[in-house]
């Protein structure tokens, strides 16, 4: 850790936009970090809070179709909820943005397209789950099935919540749609693949040796049997009608994984505040 930083940059945890927060997200998440915040500030510290509205992927897309609302009713409600909550808790953001805001799709387009551009992106056309009766790719949450490693009969397209196995939606053994209950077959789609992988060593070295002490031991121990058992090649855009639109020639209709777009913005929360405030964002993440 750097010791007697010249600045701060402090984030908590996005919460997702489809239901409010409760005391147990204030207590685990943003309080403790208000806090810090807080005691920061009052010793004359560069402190830049940074949190904002999670607000694409899946779960979204189901509240929606649950409620009977789009999906851009769904996250300015609850974005407004949220929002309340924080204020009468007095949490004191120096930012609070939305990754439906321009300036996040911008910003995590950007990002896609710096590495589409590297080659840092494995370009694969493969076999995904299809509900035939819903016309549309089962992805993530629109599809359940058995966990291959804990035998977990609800695990979900990208993970077993039992077990925390990164899962892909084929790995489910008797898959079925949460959209219709049907039985899913297996339709060829195009999408492009991050080669974690190739990066193994490199996260190796820098989360479990060079910041072992770091990490809360429940944390540390499955980033370490994620890294023990192999990193796989992981899609990075889905199929799907909500989201961001994937920056690329023939990607039509297909949407960045929230889980690539979510954590940018944080960046792009900070550049918000930044433009405001008239600052450069770049040295709060950078030095």
């Known amino acids: 850790m750097i010791q007697n930083p010249k600045r701060y940059t402090i984030t908590a945890a996005l919460p997702y936009t489809n239901g409010p927060i409760h005391i147990g997200h204030l207590a685990g998440v943003y309080v403790p970090s208000d806090i810090y915040s807080r005691y920061l500030r009052l010793q004359g510290k560069d402190v830049a809070f940074i949190c904002g509205s999670d607000e694409h992927g899946v779960a979204i897309s189901m509240k929606a179709k649950k409620e009977g609302i789009t999906p851009q009713e769904v996250i300015d409600k609850y974005d407004g909820i949220i929002r309340k909550s924080f ?9 609070y943005s939305r990754t439906s ?27 995904q789950l299809y509900d035939a009766k819903a016309d549309q790719f089962l992805a993530d949450r629109f599809v359940v099935g058995t966990c291959p490693k804990c035998g977990n009969e609800e695990a979900y397209g990208d993970q077993c919540e039992r077990c925390g196995s990164t899962l892909n939606a084929t ?3 008797n898959p079925k749609s949460t959209i219709t209950g049907e039985t899913p077959i297996l339709k060829s789609t195009k999408h492009w693949f991050l080669p974690l992988d190739r990066y193994e060593d490199f996260l190796r070295e820098w989360i479990l040796v060079g910041h072992k002490n770091d990490w809360k031991p429940n ?10 058992g192999g990193l796989e090649p992981r899609a990075v855009t889905r199929d799907l009608d909500w989201g961001i639109d994937v920056p690329v020639e023939g990607a039509e209709g297909k949407k960045l994984y929230v889980w690539f777009d979510a954590p940018i ?23």
């Open 87 to 95: 204020a009468d808790f007095g949490i004191s953001f120096d930012n």
């Open 101 to 127: 805001a321009k300036i996040h799709h911008d910003t995590a387009s950007e990002f896609f397209r710096k590495l589409y551009d590297n080659g840092d992106f494995i370009e694969e056309t493969t076999e």
């Open 171 to 173: 790995d489910l053994i």
């Open 219 to 228: 944390v540390y121990g499955q980033v370490k049997s994620w890294i023990d």
């Open 265 to 287: 913005g944080y960046i792009s929360s900070t550049k918000e505040w930044a433009l405001r405030e008239g600052k450069d964002w770049e040295p709060y993440w950078k030095s």
